[in-house]
């Protein structure tokens, strides 16, 4: 008998372990308490197009998504693949791909409420939301994006990431890379952050690569009339960054752009071991699972530590 | 800081020290062409009655000080920024005789103008269906020519929302002083609270551009309620439960809106008279003829499904057409 993905998450007891067969999966999921889904080979869960992949909301507890292909979610209220509406969330090894969110936002994640989302080792690849092409984080909600790549999405605001409101995204070891505004308003192709007279978002993006066509506040906004705290250290920016100074460096990025792996950096590519001396911590590794650190140089910048 | 022209008459008049009847008539004619009698402007005419050293012919002074008496003055504030695309071809202007409310409020008034925010346009609307209470209590008239609108701010699942009180004056953006407001606005001309609602809500969170990008309905209904809702998607129910759903929660007199699928499936709408990318408010749900309908209104004010005779946007829409159409619809608390 095929496994039904919808009834084990229904019955699952609390905190419960759910192992899904490879395949894939037609899935609207609705998890509202702490649970685990792991995926055992390649799963993909797929909402044809219908509502978003997952919706969570949880009163306590974490629920957590490992090594899942969310496709084909499409939610006017946001989060096509992904909508955090409460509770914390881990998302791990997962891709997101080709979800929308044509409404409000966050075509492969929104994050909002006063929701937490750990984000690791994941990719981003060709979503759209009217505002963060890959990830809307929203109201109060607090996201943790590390090694991973936000590539080829697209919005009207912020192409990569929005966060609006009160949110706050600490970003590290993340490339981000191609992404696409388009409309009348398009800014933030890269990243764009909005506050209001109440609230203010605050983003941290270290150690990661920005790597868009576009320049100024069409790559990266944090404009008036309410910006947003925008801390950046210790990445690799495009050259027409270097006004934004601190100890980022502003360089093409170089990546091989073949491949199964296009994202990966080229031998000389300027973000190889430009890691702080403490910009991962030992054991640490990157979007392709392998180590951070060698023997012989520092780790690199962005999601790829190593050449191909 | 520039001269205004009030202050042009007044400087025109004092180069004698004496103000003629004719001068005082020149003066008053041009504070009454202002397109805001401000309190900066009456200043300027206090200031030149108080004067020293300068006289006043016949009836001027008293004329002026008949004039200042009984027209009272209108606070200009600062307005949010518009559109980007729409920055050259929009000025702010006063609605004459504008009321707050015309018959008081009603799912009906509200119209969508030039600017992608359907979703709070559809949530006022929905708001306005179930409570207009809601909407009453929500916007203050100053008596000074200002409007205090106050948002609910949400803090995040089951906690309580934060009030947020915004004050604007009651300029509302068009092309030319008379003319309909380019974004939200009733369908009676004189009446103001959809485009201050909208006015407020631009001021809050950073300009027209920031709320015309599209939004989350839900959480406009909080805005408006301070009280939290939840979405349901379409696919995740059978139509008859979705149909009870939303009867059962228009008994309740909870707001209700719902959404269209994306552009990308703007196939799916031809000649249905519905619209892709679009919020839509829910007004209810019943049965006529053995055939369970979902009703609903465009925010536009129109463009509908159907022919019944009047393209005010409400309409009756076929169960299996709202399943087919609506992506999914958002329950306010």
Redesign the interface.
């Known amino acids: 008998m095929a496994f039904d993905l919808a009834k084990a998450v229904r019955d699952a007891a609390p905190n419960a372990s759910i192992p899904v067969p490879a395949g894939t999966y037609p899935a609207t999921l609705v998890i509202e308490k702490p649970l685990s889904l792991v995926a055992m080979g390649r799963v993909v869960l797929d909402a044809g197009g219908r509502a978003s992949v997952a919706r969570i909301a949880t009163k306590d507890g974490l629920v957590r998504l490992a090594g899942f292909i969310i496709a084909g979610g499409d939610s006017p209220e946001g989060g096509g693949g992904v909508a955090v509406l409460a509770g914390a969330a881990e998302l791990l090894e997962c891709t997101f791909r080709y979800n929308k969110a044509p409404v409000n936002g966050g075509g492969g994640l929104w994050a909002t409420g006063n929701s937490q989302v750990t984000v690791t080792r994941c990719r981003f690849e060709g979503n759209t939301g009217r505002q963060g092409g890959a990830i809307l984080v929203d109201e109060v909600a607090s996201l943790k994006l590390s090694d991973s790549t936000v590539i080829q999405n697209a919005a009207v605001l912020g192409g990569g990431l929005k966060v609006r409101e009160g949110a706050t995204a600490t970003i590290h070891g993340c490339t981000i890379a191609d992404n696409k505004v388009v409309g009348d308003a398009a800014m933030g192709s890269a990243l764009h952050l909005s506050g209001s007279t109440t609230r203010t978002p605050t983003v941290s993006l270290s150690h990661c690569i920005v790597s868009e066509r576009a320049e100024g506040p069409a790559c990266l906004f944090n404009g008036s009339p309410h910006p947003g705290k925008l801390t950046l250290t210790r990445n690799l920016l495009p050259p027409w960054c270097k006004a934004l100074g601190g100890d980022n460096l502003f360089a093409e990025a170089k990546f091989t752009l073949q491949g199964t792996e296009p994202y990966q950096l080229q031998p000389d590519s300027p973000a190889l071991g430009a890691a702080a001396e403490d910009g991962f911590p030992k054991g640490a590794k990157d979007l392709s699972g392998r180590a951070r650190h060698s023997a012989t140089a520092k780790p690199a910048l962005g999601a790829f530590s190593l050449v191909r | 800081m520039p001269i205004s022209r009030v202050g042009e008459k007044i400087a025109t008049a004092l180069q004698d020290q004496t103000v003629t009847q004719d001068e005082a008539k020149s003066i008053i004619d041009t504070a009454t062409a202002e397109k805001k009698w401000t309190p900066e402007l009456k200043a300027e005419v206090e200031a030149m009655l108080a004067r020293p050293g300068t006289s006043f012919e016949g009836t001027a002074k008293a004329d002026l000080q008949k004039f200042l008496a009984s027209t009272p003055t209108q606070k200009d504030l600062a307005d949010p920024?518009v559109?980007?695309?729409h920055t050259t071809n929009i000025s702010w202007n006063p609605v004459q005789d504008g009321k707050l409310f015309v018959d008081g409020v009603n799912y009906d008034d509200v119209a969508q103008g030039y600017i992608g925010d359907?979703?709070l346009e559809g949530a006022m609307s929905a708001v306005a269906k179930s409570n207009p209470k809601a909407i009453e209590d929500a916007i203050k008239d100053n008596g000074d020519g200002t409007y205090t609108v106050r948002f609910f701010?949400?803090?995040?699942?089951?906690?309580p929302t934060k009030p947020?009180s915004?004050t604007v004056d009651g300029d509302l953006p068009s092309t030319s002083p008379g003319s309909t407001p380019y974004y939200a606005h009733a369908r009676d001309s004189k009446e103001l609270w959809p485009g201050l609602i909208e006015k407020a809500y631009a001021?809050?969170?950073?300009?027209y551009?920031?709320i015309?990008?599209?939004?989350?309905?839900?959480?406009m209904m909080t805005a408006l309620t301070g009280k939290q809702g939840t979405?349901v998607?379409?696919?995740?129910l059978t139509a008859d439960q979705v149909y009870e759903k939303i009867k059962t929660q228009a008994t309740a007199s909870r707001p209700m809106t719902a959404?269209?699928?994306?552009?990308?499936?703007e196939a799916k709408y031809t000649n249905t008279g519905v619209h892709a990318?679009h919020?839509y408010t829910v007004l209810g749900a019943g049965e006529e003829g053995g055939q369970k309908y979902v009703e609903l209104r465009n925010p536009w004010g129109f463009s509908e499904a159907g022919h019944d005779g009047k393209d005010d946007g409400i309409f009756k829409l076929p169960l299996a057409d709202f399943m087919n159409l609506y992506?999914?619809t958002?329950f306010g608390g």
Not at chain 2, 153 to 159: F, K, L, R, T
Not at chain 2, 203 to 207: E, F
Request: aromatic content about 12%; hydrophobic content about 30%.
């Open positions: 920024a559109l980007n695309k359907c979703y701010e949400a803090q995040g699942w089951n906690q947020v915004v001021q809050w969170k950073g300009g551009e920031a015309g990008n599209g939004g989350d309905p839900g959480g979405y998607a379409n696919a995740s959404s269209t699928f994306g552009e990308d499936q990318w919020v992506q999914g958002s």
